[in-house]
């Protein structure tokens, strides 16, 4: 048996002759077994088919790697779909919100600071609401802001609720 399976090696090496040769033979022995006086016989059909077994392995692989695809769709490309569409929001909305909010005129400062307080954020609408009375106390000059440039930063992590210009 030991030398049988040498003489596959050997016959594989050669450009898969040994593969090929039972195309050729009439009895469909290999070369390993012309060598080696050998030759494979049958000795009966087996009790059952193997294909029902197969076929149903295969499918349920088919299955799990369906799952597997779906489930790294969800976790992980959808997430970075999420984070990448938030970043590029915040990159586009960002500037203007940051101009309507510390942007105002005397004339419309009362709707001008109602409206920056309704977009600040939670975190931010204390210090914001201090600094409006703060500037409501002395004459009012017109205030317009121009965001020339922007970024969004990588510090604090981007979520896809949070970011920081």
Do not use: K
Request: glycine share 4%.
């Amino acid at each position: 048996m030991f030398l049988r399976d040498i003489a596959h090696l050997l016959d594989t090496a050669a450009v898969l002759l040994g593969w090929l040769w039972p195309l050729w033979d009439r009895r469909h022995r290999t070369f390993a077994d012309l060598l080696l006086r050998t030759e494979v016989h049958r000795v009966g059909e087996p009790e059952r088919s193997p294909r029902r077994p197969v076929a149903i392995g295969l499918l349920t692989l088919a299955v799990v790697c369906i799952a597997a695809t779906a489930s790294g769709y969800l976790v992980v490309y959808r997430h970075d779909r999420a984070l990448e569409e938030a970043r590029t929001q915040i990159a586009e909305q960002g500037p203007r919100i940051v101009e309507q909010v510390l942007s105002y005129t005397p004339e419309t400062a009362e709707d001008d600071f109602a409206r920056a307080q309704s977009l600040a954020s939670e975190v931010y609408r204390p210090q914001l609401i201090a600094q409006q009375e703060a500037l409501q106390t002395a004459p009012l000059a017109s205030n317009e802001y121009w965001a020339v440039n922007s970024a969004v930063l990588e510090e604090p992590e981007l979520t896809s609720t949070t970011a920081s210009m």
